[in-house]
Antibody
Framework: QVQLQESGPGLVKPSETLSLTCTVS????????WSWIRQPPGKNLQWIGY?????????NYNPSLKSRVTISVDMSKNQFSLKLSSVTAADTAVYYC????????????WGQGTLVTVSS | DIQMTQSPSSLSASVGDRVTITCRAS??????LAWYQQKPGKAPKRLIY???SLQSGVPSRFSGSGSGTEFTLTISSLQPEDFATYYC?????????FGGGTKVEIK
């Protein structure tokens, strides 16, 4: 059974960089699309971007966040990571990592989510 | 971006009721539509993908239909554990976009 677990600081200061890691267990990280999705408190879900690793990593980011987002993978640890720079209070949200098998088979496994608050 | 519009935004229903939720896409997305259920404090759980394919382990009272721009999630007989918020997701193009959610509450 595939399991995903997010980890990282729960509090980030404005203008700093938010960094989260998703650890994948029970399966390989290769040949799947690994996404980050966020949900501000009481609001809608927003897809942030994905990384696909098959020899080399391919990324695709939401244009609304593209200038501030980097998603990377560490195959040796079966992990992938999110960095979001220059954060503001609007980036306060629960951040989820999720897996997609293909474009036709989206987000079947999710992490439990981690709340990140942006505040000084 | 493809805009996904869900209706209603909330509804009240009783156990045993038949419930229908609609999702409309701002442009055609073939049948690239998934439905998720989210309970408070939990991650979304996939119910349906490719508009009508039932996720393994999901009860058969859940069904999905539609193609192009209009889609429907139906719960044939609402159960106590079905009270939650439901979201649609288009998986036709990037960026992936979600509907605004439908909160199903107890009448």
């Amino acid at each position: 059974q595939v399991q995903l677990q997010e980890s990282g600081p729960g509090l980030v200061k404005p203008s700093e960089t938010l960094s989260l890691t998703c650890t994948v267990s029970g399966g390989s990280i290769s040949n799947y699309y690994w996404s980050w999705i966020r949900q501000p408190p009481g609001k809608n879900l927003q897809w942030i971007g994905y990384i696909y690793f098959s020899g080399s990593g391919t990324t695709n980011y939401n244009p609304s966040l593209k200038s501030r987002v980097t998603i990377s993978v560490d195959m040796s640890k079966n992990q992938f990571s999110l960095k979001l720079s220059s954060v503001t209070a609007a980036d306060t949200a629960v951040y989820y990592c999720a897996r997609a098998t293909s474009g036709r088979n989206p987000f079947d496994y999710w992490g439990q989510g981690t709340l990140v608050t942006v505040s000084s | 971006d493809i805009q996904m519009t869900q209706s209603p935004s909330s509804l009240s229903a009783s156990v045993g009721d038949r419930v229908t939720i609609t999702c409309r896409a701002s442009q055609g997305i073939r049948n690239d539509l998934a439905w998720y259920q989210q309970k408070p404090g939990k991650a979304p759980k996939r119910l349906i993908y490719a508009a009508s394919s039932l996720q393994s382990g999901v009860p058969s009272r859940f069904s999905g239909s539609g193609s192009g721009t209009e889609f429907t999630l139906t719960i044939s007989s609402l159960q106590p554990e079905d009270f939650a918020t439901y979201y649609c997701l288009q998986h036709n193009s990037y960026p992936r976009t979600f509907g605004g959610g439908t909160k199903v509450e107890i009448k």
